[in-house]
Every structure is written in structure tokens, then in C-alpha cells.
């Protein structure tokens, strides 16, 4: 009788247990349906309808890159109650990338200085850092990539519907996002898993979208894979002349992003002086016509770009970066000269 009495107890606590466990099950379902997944549908109109466009009429790139690394998480995580937010997660990959790819700038120009100082330690150090951070932002950028897959299909094949201008905006911000995610993992020497190919898909994927609508980008990205893979240069065309069609496009529009693409190509070619004569036009550009407003944090991006490269070859010929104000300009650039210059003629 006494384990019967036993038995009875512990039946009575298993049934309460599972009274409530049914009920915390219940609860949590109901959170997720009628708090949770209407406040992430909010969260992802807000952030489509307003976020987004406010961000892209900024300057201030560090806000936009810390946001979506502070943000990405608790956005992202809506997509376990609601629609994934595959469009927020390519502009989130994106923007979170770049933040790691300025990481990577510092100590690239870091191993720079202690290579001409001849200090081997730090060098090294330098150079370890570098690449982590260029993993890191490969990763990023590939899950950007990959949240664009996930939406609208794999670039290359047939294009998906691209009605309204949201829809070409992310569709050309996930390719970038595949493009850079390649040139970080190959920049890095540490295989993450980016498809080779993807290159290849993007340089399709952009007859999908208007060239004239978004400044000329389409084209650059496409003539910059064919002037940086060899054998990818279709019979007939000639990358270079595209992309200074590509660099006109970005300067009509006042958003200079093209000129990225013409510099990273003419740099992996080893045409420097090219990419000087590009950095000096784009300085010259922004110095005499403002960004567009509506996109001005990209044409900022456009210049922070630039601005890296520069700094690379500032550094590797004196030791530091571009002097302040001084982008567009060059260590070597010709001085003028004080001396009067006296007319022969006016001596007779």
C-alpha cells in the first residue's frame, strides 16, 4: 500500500508537470503569433519604407556600419516568427562587411609601415589580423549574398521579377556583396566556402537590371570581372572603354560608385597610374558636384574606397596615409615652380 501511495504521488506530479508544460508551450506559440510576428512585420516595413532609404541619404558611414552590426541580430531573428527578412539581411551582410573590411585597411597599411621599418614581428602580427578580418568579412558578405539567393533565385539563370526600384537596388547590392565576398576570401588565403563561379553568375546577373537607373554599376561590376579573370573578356568587347562609359554614368548621377570598380580593376592589372588618374578625377568630382542626396552614403562609400586605395599607395612609398584634404593627390605629383618665369621677349 505504501508504494501504491508512491506511485499515486508521482503520477499527480507528472500529470501537473505536463498540465504545465502545455501551457508554457501554448503561451510561447501565442507570443510568437499575435506579439512577436506582427512586431517583426512592423520592424521589416519600417525598416524597408524608412530605415533604409534615411540611411542611404546619409554620410556618416561609421553610423551605418556600426547600426547594422548592432542590429542585424535582432532583426534577423523576427525571421523565426515571421517571414525571413531576406531583403534587410543582404543590405545587414553588406554594410556589416564593410565594417570589416576598414578593419582589415588598418592593419593591411600597419604591415606596410613595419615591412619598411624592417620590424618582422609586427608585420606579421599585422598581416594575421588583416586576414581575420577579411574572413570575417567575407562571411558577412557571402551570407548577404546568400539572404539575395534566398528571396529572388541564384543570379545567371533567369531573371527573376524586378518590378519596382527596392527589388533592383538589393538584387545589385547582393551581386556586390558576392563579388566582394570572393575578392575577401581570396585576399584572406582561407577557403570559406565562396563559390568560384560566383563571379561568373553576378557578371550574367546584371543584364537583370537598368544601367542608366543605377549609375553605371551594372556595367562596371560586369566589365570588372572580364578585366580581372582572365578569359572572361567576351569576343568583341574591351573592358576598359566600359568602364570609363561606366565612370561617366556614375559622375552624370553624382554617384560615383563605378569609379570603385574602375580603380579595383586597373589596380588588380598593376595599372597604377590609372588608378591615380582615377582617384584624381573622382576628388576632382566631389570637390565640384555634391552627391546625390537620395544616395549620398553610397557615393561616401564610393570615396572611403577610393581613399583606401590611396592610403595603400601612400604608405607603401612614404610611410603614411593620404594627407588630410589631401586625396587626389600624390607623393610624386609635380611641384610647381616658384621661380618667375621671365618672357624671353620682354628682355629685347
Keep these: 500500500m ?151 533565385g541564384e543570379p545567371g539563370g533567369e531573371c527573376p521579377d524586378l518590378d519596382d526600384e527596392f527589388d533592383q537596388f538589393i538584387w545589385m547590392a547582393g551581386m556586390l556583396s558576392g563579388l ?16 568560384k563561379n560566383i563571379a561568373s553568375k553576378v557578371e550574367r546577373g546584371t543584364s537583370c537590371i537598368d544601367d542608366d537607373l543605377w549609375w553605371g554599376v551594372p556595367m562596371a561590376m560586369k566589365a570588372a570581372v572580364w578585366a580581372m579573370l582572365p578569359g572572361a573578356l567576351p569576343q568583341g568587347e574591351n573592358a576598359w572603354e566600359r568602364l570609363e562609359t561606366a565612370q561617366a554614368k556614375g559622375e552624370d548621377a553624382r554617384v560615383r560608385l563605378p569609379n570603385v570598380m574602375y ?29 546625390n542626396p537620395e544616395y549620398a552614403l553610397i557615393d561616401t562609400t564610393a570615396t572611403l574606397q577610393l581613399q583606401a586605395l590611396s592610403d595603400r599607395l601612400w604608405t607603401e612609398n612614404t610611410g603614411h596615409r593620404t594627407p588630410v584634404g589631401g586625396l587626389g593627390t600624390f607623393w610624386d605629383d609635380k611641384k610647381e615652380s616658384n621661380v618667375e618665369v621671365m618672357e624671353l621677349d620682354d628682355l629685347l
Design 2 to 152: 505504501k508504494n501504491f501511495g508512491v506511485i499515486k504521488g508521482l503520477l499527480k506530479k507528472s500529470i501537473l508537470l505536463s498540465v504545465v508544460s502545455l501551457q508554457l508551450v501554448g503561451c510561447q506559440t501565442f507570443k510568437d503569433k499575435v506579439v512577436y510576428a506582427p512586431a517583426g512585420d512592423v520592424m521589416q516595413n519600417l525598416a524597408k519604407e524608412h530605415t533604409v532609404p534615411y540611411m542611404l541619404g546619409t554620410e556618416d558611414l561609421a553610423v551605418s556600419c556600426a547600426m547594422s552590426e548592432a542590429l542585424s541580430p535582432l532583426l534577423m531573428a523576427f525571421g523565426r516568427v515571421t517571414s525571413n527578412p531576406d531583403q534587410l539581411g543582404v543590405m545587414m551582410g553588406l554594410s556589416a562587411g564593410a565594417c570589416e573590411e576598414q578593419r582589415a585597411w588598418d592593419n593591411e597599411l600597419r604591415y606596410l609601415r613595419a615591412m619598411r621599418d624592417l620590424r618582422p614581428d609586427e608585420a606579421e602580427d599585422a598581416l594575421i589580423t588583416q586576414k581575420r578580418h577579411l574572413v570575417n568579412a567575407a562571411k558577412r558578405q557571402f551570407s548577404a549574398y546568400n539572404h539575395l539567393v534566398n528571396y529572388y
Design 180 to 195: 566582394q565576398a570572393l575578392n575577401n576570401e581570396i585576399q584572406s588565403t582561407t577557403g570559406i566556402g565562396v563559390p
Design 263 to 291: 580603380a579595383m580593376a586597373a589596380f588588380t592589372n598593376g595599372k597604377d597610374e590609372l588608378v591615380k588618374d582615377i582617384i584624381r578625377r573622382h576628388a576632382d568630382q566631389v570637390k565640384k558636384h555634391p552627391a
